[in-house]
Protein backbone atom coordinates (compact mmCIF):
# COMPACT_ATOMS: atom_id res chain seq x y z
CA UNK A 1 0.00 0.00 0.00
CA UNK A 2 1.16 3.44 -0.68
CA UNK A 3 0.13 7.09 0.32
CA UNK A 4 -1.99 7.93 -2.39
CA UNK A 5 -3.06 4.49 -4.12
CA UNK A 6 -3.83 6.43 -7.84
CA UNK A 7 -1.21 9.38 -8.31
CA UNK A 8 -2.79 9.56 -11.97
CA UNK A 9 -6.26 9.66 -10.80
CA UNK A 10 -4.78 13.02 -8.62
CA UNK A 11 -3.39 14.25 -11.81
CA UNK A 12 -6.40 13.75 -13.84
CA UNK A 13 -8.53 15.57 -11.07
CA UNK A 14 -6.46 18.69 -11.68
CA UNK A 15 -6.99 18.55 -15.29
CA UNK A 16 -10.51 18.12 -15.08
CA UNK A 17 -11.85 19.48 -11.25
CA UNK A 18 -11.65 23.51 -11.10
CA UNK A 19 -11.40 23.02 -7.74
CA UNK A 20 -8.61 20.53 -7.68
CA UNK A 21 -6.53 23.19 -10.19
CA UNK A 22 -7.25 25.84 -7.27
CA UNK A 23 -5.87 23.77 -5.03
CA UNK A 24 -2.78 22.32 -7.62
CA UNK A 25 -2.09 26.20 -8.18
CA UNK A 26 -2.02 27.22 -4.72
CA UNK A 27 -0.07 24.82 -3.60
CA UNK A 28 2.65 25.16 -6.70
CA UNK A 29 2.92 28.73 -5.70
CA UNK A 30 3.17 28.82 -1.79
CA UNK A 31 5.58 25.72 -2.21
CA UNK A 32 8.00 27.63 -4.80
CA UNK A 33 8.54 30.54 -2.66
CA UNK A 34 10.06 28.10 0.22
CA UNK A 35 12.03 26.16 -2.75
CA UNK A 36 13.44 29.45 -3.64
CA UNK A 37 13.94 31.31 -0.86
CA UNK A 38 14.52 29.18 2.27
CA UNK A 39 17.12 29.62 4.12
CA UNK A 40 17.31 29.38 7.73
CA UNK A 41 20.48 29.93 10.86
CA UNK A 42 21.25 28.21 13.21
CA UNK A 43 21.61 31.09 15.65
CA UNK A 44 17.61 31.76 15.50
CA UNK A 45 16.31 30.68 18.79
CA UNK A 46 12.80 29.52 18.71
CA UNK A 47 10.12 30.40 21.01
CA UNK A 48 6.14 29.87 21.98
CA UNK A 49 3.64 30.36 19.20
CA UNK A 50 1.35 30.94 22.12
CA UNK A 51 3.40 34.11 22.30
CA UNK A 52 2.02 35.84 18.50
CA UNK A 53 -0.96 37.40 20.05
CA UNK A 54 -1.15 41.13 19.60
CA UNK A 55 -0.08 42.80 23.28
CA UNK A 56 -2.29 45.50 22.44
CA UNK A 57 -5.99 43.94 21.23
CA UNK A 58 -5.02 40.06 21.73
CA UNK A 59 -5.44 39.27 18.04
CA UNK A 60 -3.31 36.60 16.53
CA UNK A 61 -0.31 38.47 14.48
CA UNK A 62 -0.07 37.87 10.96
CA UNK A 63 2.92 35.58 10.16
CA UNK A 64 4.98 37.62 7.16
CA UNK A 65 7.51 34.94 6.13
CA UNK A 66 9.06 37.87 4.00
CA UNK A 67 8.99 40.35 7.03
CA UNK A 68 10.88 38.69 9.99
CA UNK A 69 10.07 39.86 13.06
CA UNK A 70 8.03 42.70 12.00
CA UNK A 71 5.18 41.52 13.84
CA UNK A 72 2.60 43.72 13.16
CA UNK A 73 -0.93 43.23 14.14
CA UNK A 74 -3.24 43.23 11.40
CA UNK A 75 -6.10 44.17 13.36
CA UNK A 76 -5.34 47.24 15.33
CA UNK A 77 -2.30 47.74 13.37
CA UNK A 78 -0.02 47.95 16.74
CA UNK A 79 3.52 46.78 16.34
CA UNK A 80 4.85 44.13 18.72
CA UNK A 81 8.23 44.22 19.78
CA UNK A 82 10.72 42.33 22.10
CA UNK A 83 12.33 38.54 22.00
CA UNK A 84 8.90 36.81 22.55
CA UNK A 85 7.80 37.84 19.38
CA UNK A 86 10.49 37.56 17.50
CA UNK A 87 11.23 34.18 18.97
CA UNK A 88 7.78 32.69 17.55
CA UNK A 89 7.86 34.18 14.36
CA UNK A 90 10.84 32.35 14.38
CA UNK A 91 9.06 28.74 15.57
CA UNK A 92 6.49 29.85 12.76
CA UNK A 93 8.89 29.90 10.20
CA UNK A 94 10.42 26.35 10.68
CA UNK A 95 6.65 25.29 11.32
CA UNK A 96 5.87 26.23 7.66
CA UNK A 97 9.26 24.64 6.77
CA UNK A 98 7.94 21.54 7.87
CA UNK A 99 4.44 21.45 5.99
CA UNK A 100 6.40 22.65 2.52
CA UNK A 101 8.44 19.64 3.09
CA UNK A 102 5.36 17.27 2.70
CA UNK A 103 4.21 19.62 -0.17
CA UNK A 104 7.68 19.59 -1.67
CA UNK A 105 6.80 15.86 -1.51
CA UNK A 106 3.53 15.41 -2.98
CA UNK A 107 4.69 17.71 -6.04
CA UNK A 108 7.45 15.91 -6.92
CA UNK A 109 5.41 12.51 -7.05
CA UNK A 110 2.86 14.84 -9.45
CA UNK A 111 5.45 16.49 -11.09
CA UNK A 112 8.80 14.44 -11.01
CA UNK A 113 10.84 17.89 -10.37
CA UNK A 114 14.06 16.89 -8.63
CA UNK A 115 13.74 20.72 -7.11
CA UNK A 116 11.60 19.55 -4.73
CA UNK A 117 13.46 16.38 -3.08
CA UNK A 118 16.55 19.25 -3.24
CA UNK A 119 14.14 21.26 -0.82
CA UNK A 120 13.50 18.42 0.83
CA UNK A 121 17.34 17.65 1.46
CA UNK A 122 18.18 21.00 2.36
CA UNK A 123 16.24 21.21 5.26
CA UNK A 124 17.06 17.67 6.63
CA UNK A 125 20.42 18.87 6.04
CA UNK A 126 20.25 22.12 7.91
CA UNK A 127 18.76 20.02 11.13
CA UNK A 128 21.22 17.21 10.96
CA UNK A 129 24.21 19.52 10.53
CA UNK A 130 23.54 22.15 12.73
CA UNK A 131 21.27 20.09 15.38
CA UNK A 132 23.67 20.38 18.79
CA UNK A 133 23.82 24.36 17.97
CA UNK A 134 20.22 24.99 17.84
CA UNK A 135 18.36 26.91 20.79
CA UNK A 136 14.87 27.51 22.08
CA UNK A 137 13.41 29.62 24.68
CA UNK A 138 9.99 28.44 26.18
CA UNK A 139 8.61 27.58 29.49
CA UNK A 140 9.96 25.14 31.77
CA UNK A 141 8.52 21.55 31.17
CA UNK A 142 8.44 22.14 27.39
CA UNK A 143 11.83 22.51 26.02
CA UNK A 144 12.09 21.25 22.58
CA UNK A 145 15.15 21.65 19.99
CA UNK A 146 14.12 22.47 16.60
CA UNK A 147 10.87 24.46 17.03
CA UNK A 148 10.15 25.49 20.34
CA UNK A 149 8.29 23.30 22.71
CA UNK A 150 8.67 19.72 22.41
CA UNK A 151 5.04 19.15 21.21
CA UNK A 152 6.04 21.20 17.80
CA UNK A 153 9.67 19.33 17.46
CA UNK A 154 7.00 16.26 17.19
CA UNK A 155 4.48 18.06 14.76
CA UNK A 156 7.63 18.98 12.70
CA UNK A 157 9.01 15.22 12.68
CA UNK A 158 5.98 13.80 11.26
CA UNK A 159 5.74 16.75 8.50
CA UNK A 160 9.34 15.47 7.86
CA UNK A 161 8.63 12.29 7.59
CA UNK A 162 5.64 12.52 5.67
CA UNK A 163 7.23 13.92 2.95
CA UNK A 164 10.64 12.09 3.25
CA UNK A 165 8.08 9.12 2.25
CA UNK A 166 7.23 10.48 -1.24
CA UNK A 167 10.67 10.76 -2.49
CA UNK A 168 11.93 8.09 -0.53
CA UNK A 169 13.40 6.44 -3.48
CA UNK A 170 15.51 9.12 -4.20
CA UNK A 171 17.20 9.38 -0.52
CA UNK A 172 20.85 7.11 -0.59
CA UNK A 173 21.17 4.61 1.94
CA UNK A 174 23.91 7.39 3.48
CA UNK A 175 22.20 10.44 3.44
CA UNK A 176 19.23 8.02 5.32
CA UNK A 177 21.89 6.71 7.73
CA UNK A 178 23.10 10.14 8.49
CA UNK A 179 19.22 11.81 8.87
CA UNK A 180 18.25 9.05 11.54
CA UNK A 181 21.77 9.12 13.41
CA UNK A 182 22.45 13.31 13.43
CA UNK A 183 18.21 14.18 13.60
CA UNK A 184 15.43 11.50 14.02
CA UNK A 185 17.48 9.80 16.81
CA UNK A 186 18.21 12.41 19.54
CA UNK A 187 15.07 13.70 18.68
CA UNK A 188 13.50 10.30 19.75
CA UNK A 189 15.16 10.52 22.58
CA UNK A 190 14.34 13.99 23.49
CA UNK A 191 10.67 13.21 23.10
CA UNK A 192 11.01 9.69 24.69
CA UNK A 193 11.88 10.90 28.25
CA UNK A 194 9.06 13.73 28.24
CA UNK A 195 5.98 10.92 27.34
CA UNK A 196 4.92 10.75 31.13
CA UNK A 197 1.23 11.25 30.93
CA UNK A 198 -1.98 10.26 28.81
CA UNK A 199 -2.13 13.89 27.08
CA UNK A 200 -2.86 15.57 23.63
CA UNK A 201 0.91 16.09 23.76
CA UNK A 202 1.76 12.57 24.23
CA UNK A 203 -0.01 11.25 21.39
CA UNK A 204 1.79 13.59 18.98
CA UNK A 205 5.73 12.60 20.14
CA UNK A 206 4.94 8.95 20.49
CA UNK A 207 3.40 8.77 17.07
CA UNK A 208 6.43 10.91 15.89
CA UNK A 209 8.42 8.01 17.50
CA UNK A 210 6.38 5.51 15.76
CA UNK A 211 6.39 6.62 12.24
CA UNK A 212 10.62 7.18 12.89
CA UNK A 213 10.65 3.74 13.37
CA UNK A 214 8.63 2.48 10.53
CA UNK A 215 10.15 4.67 7.98
CA UNK A 216 13.50 3.64 8.84
CA UNK A 217 12.85 -0.14 9.77
CA UNK A 218 13.56 0.04 13.40
CA UNK A 219 10.76 -1.68 15.13
CA UNK A 220 12.67 -0.73 18.46
CA UNK A 221 11.10 2.96 17.44
CA UNK A 222 7.89 1.28 16.75
CA UNK A 223 7.63 -0.56 19.87
CA UNK A 224 7.92 2.20 21.83
CA UNK A 225 5.52 4.29 20.29
CA UNK A 226 2.90 0.97 20.70
CA UNK A 227 3.60 -0.46 24.16
CA UNK A 228 4.09 0.95 27.53
CA UNK A 229 2.06 2.56 29.69
CA UNK A 230 1.76 6.02 27.81
CA UNK A 231 2.17 4.34 24.37
CA UNK A 232 -0.47 4.62 21.65
CA UNK A 233 -2.54 2.27 22.81
CA UNK A 234 -2.82 3.06 26.29
CA UNK A 235 -3.41 6.97 25.31
CA UNK A 236 -6.56 5.71 23.44
CA UNK A 237 -7.53 3.33 25.67
CA UNK A 238 -7.34 5.24 28.93
CA UNK A 239 -7.53 9.08 26.81
CA UNK A 240 -10.87 8.45 25.22
CA UNK A 241 -14.50 8.44 26.98
CA UNK A 242 -16.58 5.47 25.77
CA UNK A 243 -18.34 7.61 23.47
CA UNK A 244 -15.34 8.92 21.77
CA UNK A 245 -14.41 11.79 23.40
CA UNK A 246 -10.87 13.13 24.01
CA UNK A 247 -11.38 13.05 28.22
CA UNK A 248 -10.11 16.79 28.29
CA UNK A 249 -13.41 17.88 26.83
CA UNK A 250 -12.77 19.87 23.56
CA UNK A 251 -13.69 19.69 20.31
CA UNK A 252 -10.50 21.35 19.17
CA UNK A 253 -8.15 19.07 21.43
CA UNK A 254 -10.21 16.46 20.01
CA UNK A 255 -9.43 16.41 17.20
CA UNK A 256 -5.47 17.62 17.30
CA UNK A 257 -5.14 14.55 19.26
CA UNK A 258 -6.59 12.22 16.82
CA UNK A 259 -4.38 13.88 14.21
CA UNK A 260 -1.30 11.95 14.62
CA UNK A 261 -3.35 8.89 15.22
CA UNK A 262 -4.02 9.33 11.56
CA UNK A 263 -0.75 9.94 10.59
CA UNK A 264 0.32 6.84 12.28
CA UNK A 265 -2.36 4.40 11.21
CA UNK A 266 -1.74 5.12 7.53
CA UNK A 267 2.26 4.51 8.14
CA UNK A 268 1.15 1.13 9.68
CA UNK A 269 -0.79 -0.05 6.72
CA UNK A 270 1.62 0.68 4.44
CA UNK A 271 4.81 -0.31 6.58
CA UNK A 272 2.28 -4.09 7.47
CA UNK A 273 2.30 -2.84 11.66
CA UNK A 274 -0.28 -3.97 13.22
CA UNK A 275 -2.20 -1.43 15.96
CA UNK A 276 -4.28 -3.66 18.41
CA UNK A 277 -7.88 -2.24 17.48
CA UNK A 278 -6.66 0.92 17.32
CA UNK A 279 -8.31 1.79 14.17
CA UNK A 280 -11.64 1.10 15.23
CA UNK A 281 -11.39 3.68 18.40
CA UNK A 282 -9.84 5.96 15.97
CA UNK A 283 -12.56 5.79 13.58
CA UNK A 284 -15.64 6.51 16.60
CA UNK A 285 -13.42 9.58 17.45
CA UNK A 286 -14.18 10.96 13.75
CA UNK A 287 -18.05 9.63 13.97
CA UNK A 288 -18.43 11.31 17.44
CA UNK A 289 -18.57 14.91 16.49
CA UNK A 290 -20.14 14.52 13.51
CA UNK A 291 -22.80 13.45 16.06
CA UNK A 292 -22.51 17.08 17.35
CA UNK A 293 -21.78 19.69 15.48
CA UNK A 294 -24.39 22.08 14.56
CA UNK A 295 -26.64 22.35 11.16
CA UNK A 296 -24.23 24.98 9.86
CA UNK A 297 -21.62 23.33 10.79
CA UNK A 298 -19.62 24.83 13.41
CA UNK A 299 -18.70 22.66 16.28
CA UNK A 300 -19.67 23.58 20.42
CA UNK A 301 -16.94 24.72 21.59
CA UNK A 302 -16.30 23.83 25.41
CA UNK A 303 -12.82 24.59 27.23
CA UNK A 304 -9.67 25.87 25.51
CA UNK A 305 -9.15 25.76 21.91
CA UNK A 306 -9.27 27.92 19.36
CA UNK A 307 -12.15 30.59 18.79
CA UNK A 308 -15.18 29.44 16.31
CA UNK A 309 -13.87 26.09 14.94
CA UNK A 310 -15.84 24.47 12.38
CA UNK A 311 -16.41 21.19 9.94
CA UNK A 312 -14.28 23.21 7.30
CA UNK A 313 -11.66 23.68 9.39
CA UNK A 314 -10.68 19.85 10.37
CA UNK A 315 -11.74 18.72 6.92
CA UNK A 316 -8.38 17.44 5.66
CA UNK A 317 -8.21 14.90 8.88
CA UNK A 318 -11.99 13.44 7.66
CA UNK A 319 -10.06 13.09 3.85
CA UNK A 320 -8.06 11.06 5.91
CA UNK A 321 -10.16 9.01 7.85
CA UNK A 322 -12.48 8.66 4.73
CA UNK A 323 -9.46 7.43 2.82
CA UNK A 324 -8.24 5.04 6.19
CA UNK A 325 -12.10 3.86 7.23
CA UNK A 326 -14.93 4.89 5.13
CA UNK A 327 -18.38 6.37 6.55
CA UNK A 328 -21.28 8.02 6.06
CA UNK A 329 -20.23 10.43 8.43
CA UNK A 330 -17.27 11.07 7.24
CA UNK A 331 -18.95 12.00 3.91
CA UNK A 332 -21.46 14.12 6.01
CA UNK A 333 -18.94 15.78 7.67
CA UNK A 334 -17.18 16.79 4.29
CA UNK A 335 -20.24 17.64 2.78
CA UNK A 336 -20.57 20.55 5.00
CA UNK A 337 -17.04 21.66 4.86
CA UNK A 338 -16.28 23.38 1.56
CA UNK A 339 -18.01 25.70 -0.46
CA UNK A 340 -20.56 28.02 1.13
CA UNK A 341 -20.46 26.03 4.48
CA UNK A 342 -16.19 27.45 4.15
CA UNK A 343 -15.05 29.19 7.51
CA UNK A 344 -11.97 31.43 7.35
CA UNK A 345 -9.51 30.92 9.85
CA UNK A 346 -5.69 31.24 11.01
CA UNK A 347 -3.26 28.58 11.08
CA UNK A 348 -3.33 27.32 14.75
CA UNK A 349 -1.15 24.27 13.91
CA UNK A 350 -2.02 20.55 12.99
CA UNK A 351 -3.99 20.36 9.84
CA UNK A 352 -6.34 23.32 10.09
CA UNK A 353 -5.60 25.04 6.73
CA UNK A 354 -7.80 25.21 4.15
CA UNK A 355 -9.75 27.24 2.04
CA UNK A 356 -13.30 27.50 0.14
CA UNK A 357 -11.67 24.58 -2.47
CA UNK A 358 -9.83 22.00 0.38
CA UNK A 359 -6.46 21.86 0.44
CA UNK A 360 -3.96 19.43 -0.73
CA UNK A 361 -5.54 16.31 1.52
CA UNK A 362 -8.65 16.64 -0.71
CA UNK A 363 -6.37 16.76 -3.53
CA UNK A 364 -4.82 13.48 -2.38
CA UNK A 365 -7.72 11.39 -1.32
CA UNK A 366 -11.53 13.97 -1.99
CA UNK A 367 -13.35 14.07 -4.44
CA UNK A 368 -15.97 17.34 -5.81
CA UNK A 369 -18.92 15.78 -4.32
CA UNK A 370 -19.72 14.12 -1.03
CA UNK A 371 -23.06 11.98 -0.33
CA UNK A 372 -24.14 14.60 2.51
CA UNK A 373 -27.20 12.43 3.91
CA UNK A 374 -28.51 14.78 6.62
CA UNK A 375 -26.96 12.72 9.63
CA UNK A 376 -29.97 12.15 12.06
CA UNK A 377 -28.55 14.43 15.09
CA UNK A 378 -30.82 13.04 17.75
CA UNK A 379 -31.12 14.49 21.70
CA UNK A 380 -28.11 12.38 23.16
CA UNK A 381 -26.69 12.12 27.06
CA UNK A 382 -23.08 11.47 26.68
CA UNK A 383 -22.48 10.87 30.36
CA UNK A 384 -18.98 9.71 30.34
CA UNK A 385 -18.22 13.41 28.20
CA UNK A 386 -20.06 15.23 30.92
CA UNK A 387 -22.11 16.62 28.29
CA UNK A 388 -25.62 16.70 26.52
CA UNK A 389 -26.80 17.59 23.32
CA UNK A 390 -30.16 18.65 23.01
CA UNK A 391 -32.32 18.78 19.35
CA UNK A 392 -35.72 19.71 17.93
CA UNK A 393 -36.51 20.54 14.70
CA UNK A 394 -34.20 23.44 13.80
CA UNK A 395 -33.32 24.28 17.32
CA UNK A 396 -30.31 22.70 19.35
CA UNK A 397 -28.66 23.48 22.66
CA UNK A 398 -25.04 22.22 23.97
CA UNK A 399 -24.47 21.66 27.55
CA UNK A 400 -21.32 20.86 29.37
CA UNK A 401 -22.22 19.63 33.00
CA UNK A 402 -19.03 18.17 34.35
CA UNK A 403 -15.12 17.33 33.62
CA UNK A 404 -13.10 14.19 33.21
CA UNK A 405 -9.62 16.24 33.90
CA UNK A 406 -8.54 19.87 34.56
CA UNK A 407 -6.35 19.94 31.56
CA UNK A 408 -7.25 22.21 29.36
CA UNK A 409 -10.54 22.80 31.31
CA UNK A 410 -12.74 26.29 31.97
CA UNK A 411 -14.53 26.90 35.05
CA UNK A 412 -17.91 26.89 33.54
CA UNK A 413 -20.32 23.56 34.90
CA UNK A 414 -23.94 24.12 33.65
CA UNK A 415 -22.55 26.23 30.57
CA UNK A 416 -25.00 25.84 27.33
CA UNK A 417 -24.54 26.95 23.90
CA UNK A 418 -27.64 27.35 21.79
CA UNK A 419 -28.00 27.39 18.23
CA UNK A 420 -31.33 27.87 15.74
CA UNK A 421 -31.95 28.09 11.91
CA UNK A 422 -28.36 28.78 11.00
CA UNK A 423 -27.64 31.25 13.97
CA UNK A 424 -25.56 30.62 16.80
CA UNK A 425 -27.16 32.52 19.04
CA UNK A 426 -24.99 32.29 21.98
CA UNK A 427 -21.53 30.19 21.79
CA UNK A 428 -18.66 29.37 24.08
CA UNK A 429 -15.85 31.78 22.76
CA UNK A 430 -13.51 29.24 23.68
CA UNK A 431 -9.86 30.53 23.85
CA UNK A 432 -6.94 32.28 21.72
CA UNK A 433 -3.12 31.97 22.88
CA UNK A 434 -2.21 31.16 25.83
CA UNK A 435 0.07 34.04 26.49
CA UNK A 436 -2.72 36.70 25.28
CA UNK A 437 -4.21 38.35 28.15
CA UNK A 438 -7.96 38.20 26.85
CA UNK A 439 -7.35 34.25 27.90
CA UNK A 440 -5.94 34.77 31.69
CA UNK A 441 -8.43 37.65 32.40
CA UNK A 442 -11.60 36.76 30.28
CA UNK A 443 -11.96 33.63 28.30
CA UNK A 444 -10.82 31.23 30.89
CA UNK A 445 -12.95 32.80 33.63
CA UNK A 446 -16.59 31.69 34.70
CA UNK A 447 -18.17 35.43 34.12
CA UNK A 448 -17.32 34.63 29.95
CA UNK A 449 -19.66 31.48 29.90
CA UNK A 450 -23.41 30.96 30.42
CA UNK A 451 -23.54 29.89 33.87
CA UNK A 452 -23.71 30.99 37.41
CA UNK A 453 -21.01 32.68 39.58
CA UNK A 454 -21.03 32.49 43.30
CA UNK A 455 -19.34 35.29 45.16
CA UNK A 456 -17.67 37.01 42.08
CA UNK A 457 -14.78 34.16 41.79
CA UNK A 458 -14.13 31.42 39.66
CA UNK A 459 -15.61 27.66 39.90
CA UNK A 460 -13.64 25.37 41.44
CA UNK A 461 -12.46 23.10 38.63
CA UNK A 462 -14.55 20.64 40.33
CA UNK A 463 -14.69 17.06 38.09
CA UNK A 464 -18.08 16.12 39.14
CA UNK A 465 -21.40 16.45 37.31
CA UNK A 466 -23.76 13.44 36.29
CA UNK A 467 -27.49 13.41 34.87
CA UNK A 468 -30.46 12.89 37.12
CA UNK A 469 -33.26 12.87 34.56
CA UNK A 470 -33.06 12.07 30.72
CA UNK A 471 -36.19 12.16 28.83
CA UNK A 472 -34.65 11.93 25.25
CA UNK A 473 -38.24 11.57 23.21
CA UNK A 474 -38.92 15.11 25.33
CA UNK A 475 -35.64 16.66 24.81
CA UNK A 476 -35.56 17.10 28.51
CA UNK A 477 -32.00 16.88 30.68
CA UNK A 478 -31.97 17.61 34.48
CA UNK A 479 -28.09 17.66 35.54
CA UNK A 480 -26.46 18.16 38.89
CA UNK A 481 -22.81 19.41 40.35
CA UNK A 482 -21.86 18.76 43.64
CA UNK A 483 -19.25 20.92 45.54
CA UNK A 484 -18.77 23.85 42.39
CA UNK A 485 -17.90 26.14 45.24
CA UNK A 486 -17.39 24.63 48.99
CA UNK A 487 -21.29 23.72 50.25
CA UNK A 488 -22.31 24.75 46.78
CA UNK A 489 -24.07 22.20 44.84
CA UNK A 490 -25.50 23.47 40.86
CA UNK A 491 -28.44 21.91 39.07
CA UNK A 492 -30.07 22.99 35.48
CA UNK A 493 -33.17 21.60 33.81
CA UNK A 494 -34.18 22.72 30.37
CA UNK A 495 -36.61 21.35 28.39
CA UNK A 496 -36.01 22.27 24.74
CA UNK A 497 -38.31 22.75 21.87
CA UNK A 498 -38.37 23.84 18.46
CA UNK A 499 -37.65 27.86 18.56
CA UNK A 500 -38.57 27.52 22.85
CA UNK A 501 -36.40 26.38 25.76
CA UNK A 502 -37.32 26.08 29.21
CA UNK A 503 -34.40 26.83 31.59
CA UNK A 504 -34.35 26.54 35.64
CA UNK A 505 -31.09 27.22 36.99
CA UNK A 506 -30.81 26.18 40.94
CA UNK A 507 -28.02 27.37 43.74
CA UNK A 508 -28.70 24.78 46.50
CA UNK A 509 -26.53 26.12 49.68
CA UNK A 510 -27.25 26.47 53.05
CA UNK A 511 -25.06 29.31 53.74
CA UNK A 512 -25.89 32.85 52.24
CA UNK A 513 -24.04 33.82 49.07
CA UNK A 514 -23.97 36.41 45.89
CA UNK A 515 -25.55 35.02 42.32
CA UNK A 516 -24.64 35.80 39.58
CA UNK A 517 -26.54 34.43 36.52
CA UNK A 518 -25.36 35.03 33.34
CA UNK A 519 -26.33 34.69 29.14
CA UNK A 520 -23.97 35.91 26.12
CA UNK A 521 -25.89 36.50 22.96
CA UNK A 522 -25.45 37.69 19.28
CA UNK A 523 -27.61 40.62 18.15
CA UNK A 524 -28.83 43.85 18.58
CA UNK A 525 -30.01 44.03 22.31
CA UNK A 526 -33.17 45.70 23.30
CA UNK A 527 -35.08 45.59 27.10
CA UNK A 528 -37.98 45.95 28.27
CA UNK A 529 -36.98 47.52 31.25
CA UNK A 530 -35.22 51.33 31.89
CA UNK A 531 -31.62 50.54 33.04
CA UNK A 532 -29.13 53.02 34.56
CA UNK A 533 -25.68 53.48 34.34
CA UNK A 534 -23.29 51.92 36.99
CA UNK A 535 -20.04 51.72 38.57
CA UNK A 536 -18.02 48.65 37.64
CA UNK A 537 -19.27 45.64 39.80
CA UNK A 538 -15.67 44.07 39.97
CA UNK A 539 -12.21 44.20 39.62
CA UNK A 540 -10.90 40.70 38.78
CA UNK A 541 -12.06 37.43 37.93
CA UNK A 542 -13.10 39.11 34.38
CA UNK A 543 -15.48 41.37 36.24
CA UNK A 544 -12.95 44.28 35.19
CA UNK A 545 -14.04 43.24 31.50
CA UNK A 546 -17.92 44.29 31.57
CA UNK A 547 -18.16 47.56 29.15
CA UNK A 548 -21.00 49.68 29.07
CA UNK A 549 -22.53 48.59 32.54
CA UNK A 550 -26.03 49.60 33.50
CA UNK A 551 -28.42 48.02 35.80
CA UNK A 552 -32.11 47.80 36.95
CA UNK A 553 -33.51 46.84 40.15
CA UNK A 554 -36.76 44.65 39.94
CA UNK A 555 -38.62 42.28 41.78
CA UNK A 556 -41.16 41.44 39.09
CA UNK A 557 -40.74 39.58 35.78
CA UNK A 558 -38.97 40.56 33.23
CA UNK A 559 -37.65 40.55 29.46
CA UNK A 560 -34.99 41.03 27.18
CA UNK A 561 -34.65 40.49 23.54
CA UNK A 562 -31.65 40.18 20.83
CA UNK A 563 -32.47 40.95 17.23
CA UNK A 564 -30.57 40.04 13.71
CA UNK A 565 -31.61 40.86 10.32
CA UNK A 566 -34.25 37.81 10.24
CA UNK A 567 -34.67 36.77 13.31
CA UNK A 568 -35.41 37.33 17.09
CA UNK A 569 -34.09 35.90 20.73
CA UNK A 570 -36.12 36.83 23.69
CA UNK A 571 -35.27 35.76 27.42
CA UNK A 572 -37.90 35.93 29.92
CA UNK A 573 -37.18 35.11 33.19
CA UNK A 574 -39.50 34.80 36.33
CA UNK A 575 -39.40 37.58 38.99
CA UNK A 576 -37.69 37.68 42.51
CA UNK A 577 -37.29 40.00 45.39
CA UNK A 578 -34.36 41.78 45.34
CA UNK A 579 -32.78 41.16 41.59
CA UNK A 580 -30.50 43.15 39.94
CA UNK A 581 -30.06 42.77 36.54
CA UNK A 582 -26.93 44.17 34.89
CA UNK A 583 -26.75 44.46 30.86
CA UNK A 584 -23.50 44.92 29.25
CA UNK A 585 -20.98 44.40 26.45
CA UNK A 586 -17.93 41.83 26.53
CA UNK A 587 -15.52 40.54 24.66
CA UNK A 588 -14.86 37.55 21.97
CA UNK A 589 -11.81 35.93 20.71
CA UNK A 590 -10.52 39.67 20.37
CA UNK A 591 -11.42 43.12 21.71
CA UNK A 592 -12.65 44.18 18.38
CA UNK A 593 -15.22 41.51 18.74
CA UNK A 594 -18.33 42.03 21.58
CA UNK A 595 -21.10 40.89 22.12
CA UNK A 596 -23.73 41.75 24.64
CA UNK A 597 -24.84 40.01 27.73
CA UNK A 598 -26.89 40.05 31.00
CA UNK A 599 -26.04 38.83 34.06
CA UNK A 600 -28.59 38.85 37.25
CA UNK A 601 -27.77 39.08 40.75
CA UNK A 602 -29.24 38.01 43.83
CA UNK A 603 -28.42 37.10 47.60
CA UNK A 604 -29.69 34.48 49.62
CA UNK A 605 -29.43 30.85 51.12
CA UNK A 606 -29.37 29.48 47.50
CA UNK A 607 -31.14 31.20 44.34
CA UNK A 608 -33.94 29.27 41.47
CA UNK A 609 -33.08 31.21 38.35
CA UNK A 610 -36.54 30.54 35.67
CA UNK A 611 -36.34 31.11 32.28
CA UNK A 612 -37.69 31.33 29.08
CA UNK A 613 -35.68 31.34 25.69
CA UNK A 614 -38.17 31.86 22.38
CA UNK A 615 -36.63 32.38 19.11
CA UNK A 616 -39.03 34.30 15.97
Given at each position: ??????????????????????????????????????????????????????????????????AP???????????????????????????????????????YRLTGDERYPAYIRRVLSFYSDHYEQLQVDVPAGYVGKIAGINLCDAVGMIWLLQGMEMVKETLSDTELRHYKSHLFDPQVELLEKLCTSIHNITCWMKAAVGMTGMFFGDSSYVEKALEGPFGLQQQLQQGVTAEGFWYEGSFHYHFYCVEPFTYFLLFARMYN???NGMEEIVKRMYVFPAELVFDNGVFPNPNDGWPNIALTHYAGQYEYANRLFPD???????????E???????????????????????????????????????????????????????????????????SHA???????????????????????????????????????????????????????????????????????????YPGVDYVRDIHLQEGYISDTFEVITAEEHQTDWLFHCQGKMET?????????????????????????????????????????????????????????????????????????????????????????
Open positions: MSYVQDWQAVQEKIRTEAWAKTVYDTLVETTEWWVTHYADDPKRITGWGHNYFCEACGSRIDFEREHMNSCGSCGHVNKGARFDQAWNYLYRDEVHKHVFYAGVLVTCPAFEYALSRSYAYYRPTMAYGGMIENSPQGWVQRLLFGKREYAGEEMLRATQNYPASHICSLHAGKTALFMKYGLNTRHPDLMNIELFDADCLWSHDISSNGYGSFLFLEWQRKTIAHNTVIVDGVDQIYSERGRVEQFEPEKNRVRAKAKEVAFETQPCSPIGSEYGYQHLMNLRVCATDESWSIRWVLAERTLTLRMEGCVGTEIYVFEGYEDTTAKQRTGVLVRRQGRGAAYRAVYTIE
